[in-house]
């Protein structure tokens, strides 16, 4: 059974990778993936909630932090080692696949960016309905461009997704048991 769906994974990578790959893909992902640009979007969107945002909003920050943290260690710090699977990059010959960023040492699975991008759009479309599109979206894009890059496989993305939504309702439970005056989301959180 394991067999037959590392080759259902492998195949899906091999679609994503070589055979819908084009210019633009190959252009943009790569842009998409870059884990600094990632960070500086990420703060740059922490300053801007503490700074213009209202009270739950600035909670919320510190709520953001907390999903992070979980997500990240959790599937970087302890399943990784746990699960060990090599990287696709590792695996295939590098003329076979279409790899647009260094293969990187780390194991595959789960995939800790899709935890982060998955927790974090969790976490703030739970409190702001409307914004599910947009960060689901983003979160969506930096988990597939990894594959387009040719560094994980589609299941090392749904791993890191389900990571991240499980810490994301950790904190989003926690919120919930903090309703007071420090944070009152039926009053200030946008349904």
Not at 16 to 24: C, D, K, L, M, Q
Not at 120 to 126: C, G, I, K, L, T
């Amino acid at each position: 059974m394991l067999e037959i769906l590392q080759q259902i994974d492998t195949d899906i990578f091999f679609f994503i990778n070589v055979t819908i790959a084009n210019p633009v893909t190959d252009f943009l992902m790569p842009l998409i993936t870059n884990d600094k640009g990632l960070r500086v979007i990420y703060a740059l969107a922490m300053v801007i909630l503490l700074w213009k945002g209202n009270k739950t909003l600035r909670w919320m920050v510190l709520g953001s932090i907390f999903v992070m943290l979980i997500a990240d260690q959790t599937s970087a710090g302890f399943l990784k080692n746990l699960i060990g699977r090599l990287r696709p990059c590792h695996t295939f010959d590098h003329e076979t696949i279409n790899l647009l960023v260094g293969c990187g040492g780390g194991k595959s699975m789960p995939y800790a960016h899709a935890a982060n991008a998955f927790g974090q759009a969790v976490f703030f479309s739970y409190f702001y309905k409307k914004a599910r599109i947009y960060l689901y979206t983003y979160a969506t894009l930096i988990a597939l461009s990894r594959v387009f890059v040719g560094v994980h496989y589609l299941s090392d993305i749904i791993a890191g997704a389900l990571v991240g939504t499980i810490a994301a309702f950790i904190i989003v439970f926690l919120f919930k048991k903090l309703k007071t005056d420090y944070l009152d989301t039926e009053k200030d959180v946008v349904v």
